[in-house]
């Protein structure tokens, strides 16, 4: 048995809890007027170290590791704290350091434009709200990263946003130019910075997925413990007991498939011969299990939880959102499917974790390059 | 929502190891036709001889101490070989209840002597074992059981009527729950789970008649267990006279989250996923994805199990989840079968097909395990 750590240090959690917590009442709206990147939480977080929270020491991060950000993209999704953690640290900087240019200023928040070769990236997060953005754009098969400013963007594209559930910032960037000064990379290294880029994106989102699952059957036994009908609270009738725990058990099967997946990308840095498929599983869980638990969390709340004055739509608006960025719930589906496929044997590799098959499909999620 | 499940566990080298182990060993017994795959080989697979060769490789009995005649091994090592044997299908039905809970059980409550005269015979799977716990008129309420016990010298005589006790007419024994006792009062109510205690039954004694009960599609693995003075001797009771419901109760864990809660019909799903298979490639992305985190969840479970922990509520997330994809798999093929169709997968569908209802009841059924994951979390 390993005896690397498979839990992130209580301490730690403890601290992003108190510092993410708070009032949910000022947000009770943000499905409608939208998220604003919260620039004061942004600098007293940095300040903590949890903006480049896996950005290594030696660039100005933290140096932690993927248990410590799934720690944190989770307790933020739990808190409806939304910030792009995600983005800036575990995709933008990476990607940096990745083409030999890591930034020396890692607690500027960025975000990261995966750019299609018809020109476009498709539901870009925070486009428009963060200081940088780090445009890897599809030529023929290499791949041209550049960093550019708000300025250099208005330059060469154009801005226009794409609705979401919850009001999280995302549009589409289209360029009406060549991308100013870019890296390029040779199509071997692409193809795999590509791939990388999907999986640490496709993990974050399931991260940040089953962490608002989770928080969504906790507001269920709130509400139900409280809510008295027929003279007693809901909690004592068995029909309710039944809803509520079929929306924990698919909760916990997600959150059982995202640990693997984060276990595996701490232990490899999602690298791994089997990293692919972990992230696909922890993607099917987490899409599927948010079916259950947003169907299951509503019928249990009533007709108060379909409310905006009710914080039920903080968690389960932006599940669904999630659930659809860096690949679908059946892209993700079809990705394990056909790996499943590939030999007999690889249903049990997929079941167990083990190394599936020498040639994976390709792996979905970024802004449906394949 | 309060953390239900234990910490998760990355399964190192060692495990491995043994998994290629069991799977070397599966592939020349299948090559040498000792034993074809099929569904729900723990309850229906019952092979004397296929035990025999798993036991003479140690895999019986893995986690019982050694000096108790097992191999000292722990409840990951027993995990990865008891799902290895599962997905390939092997017939393990003859020695699973004795290895997962009688075991256990017995090791936790047994006597020094109980421990001695059963350990070493399951390890060597000499001995197998039913589980005598359900009767005519309790099912989901256990404590209603009406099975009694009267004191006689040395012993007990046994009278009642024992339901559902599956392999009963190949067994040697099964663990009776049983009232010897009247339920106490406490507090001006009548405590039911007070006078309850566990009675290791030797099936061959006089006194009990074993009949079988045929399921529908004509399979003999339930029986009906006729206790009419059957006698058990003082140093076959299980642990303390009067903590049954208790000792019974603390055996859930083993007994509800294996890996043979979501691989009943792993065979089948194997058929149909895999290159020659035609099930939609999504659907079987999905049930792939799902098993891999139940995989997670019951191989979590068998580590708290290492550390003494007793994962009552995890035990219930598995079961619930793990059944219900078990059937879902049998029926997803279903939808696509025609009628009168033969062949391997047709010939699996069908046993899977009527097996599925089983699937939710035994062991406790979803709804009461349902219960079990509210009150875990915090609704009762």
Known sequence: MTTDPTTVDPDLRKVLRDVLDGDLHDRLGQATTGVTLDVALWDQ?????????????????????????????????AAARHLPFAESDLLAQWLLREIGCPPDDPATARTVAIVEPSGTARAVPWLGQVPVVVAARRQDDTLAVAELTPDEVAACATITPVPTHSGQPRADLTFTADLPEATVLDAATAAGVLDQLALRGALAR??????????????????TSVRVQFGRPLTKFQAVQQLVADAAAEATLARAAVDAAVLDAAATGLTGPSSATKVAAARSCVGHATSVVVRNA?????????????????????????????????????????????????????????????ANPAVPGVGGRR | MPTLMPPPVREGDDLLALRQEVRAFLAEELAAGTYRPTVDTWLSGWDRAFTTKLAERGWLGMTIPTEYGGHGRTFLERFVVTEELLAAGAPVAAHW?????????????????????????????????????????????????????????????????KLWTSGGHLADAF??????????????????????????????????????????????????????????????????????WHQVTSELAFERSGPERFLSTYQLANAVAGPDGDLDVAETGRIAGRLAGLHQMSLAIAAALQRGERPDVPAALVKVLGTTLEGDIADLVDLAMPAGETGGTAALARR?????????????????????????????
């Open chain 2, 97 to 161: 209840i004795a290895d997962r809970q009688v075991a256990p059980t017995l090791l936790r409550f047994g006597s020094e002597q109980l421990k001695r005269t059963y350990l070493p015979r399951i390890v060597a799977g000499e001995v197998f074992f039913g589980i005598g716990m359900s009767e005519p008129d309790s099912g989901s309420d256990l404590a209603s059981v009406r099975t009694r016990a009267e004191r006689v010298d040395d012993g007990w005589k046994v009278y009642g009527t």
């Open chain 1, 45 to 77: 977080l940095s300040e903590l170290g949890f903006t480049a929270l896996t950005t290594p020491e030696e660039h100005g991060g933290s140096g932690a590791g993927w248990l410590e950000a799934a720690a944190l993209l989770g307790e933020s999704a």
């Open chain 2, 175 to 244: 663990i009776a729950l049983v009232r010897t006792a009247p339920p106490a009062e406490k507090d001006g109510r009548v405590d039911r789970h007070s006078g309850l205690s566990q009675l290791l039954v030797r099936l061959n004694e006089p006194g009990i008649e074993i009949r079988p009960v045929i399921s529908a599609n004509g399979l003999h693995h339930f029986n009906e267990v006729l206790l009419d003075g059957a006698f058990v001797p003082d140093d076959h009771v299980v642990g303390t006279l009067g903590e049954g």
């Open chain 1, 206 to 223: 399931a991260v940040q997925g089953v962490g608002a699952l989770d928080k969504a059957v906790d507001l269920c036994v709130e509400h």
């Open chain 2, 352 to 380: 899977a097909v009527q097996q599925r209802p089983g699937f939710t009841l035994r062991g406790g059924t979803n709804e009461i395990l349902r219960g079990v994951i509210a009150r875990g979390l915090g609704m009762r």
């Open chain 1, 298 to 358: 509503h019928q249990a709340h009533g007709a108060i939880g379909t409310t905006q004055e009710h914080p039920l739509q903080l968690f389960t608006l932006p599940a669904l959102d999630w659930r659809g960025e860096f690949g679908t719930t059946r892209d993700w589906d079809r990705f394990l499917g056909e790996t499943v496929r590939s030999h007999p044997n690889a249903l049990w590799n997929v079941v167990v974790g083990e190394p599936a098959s020498d």
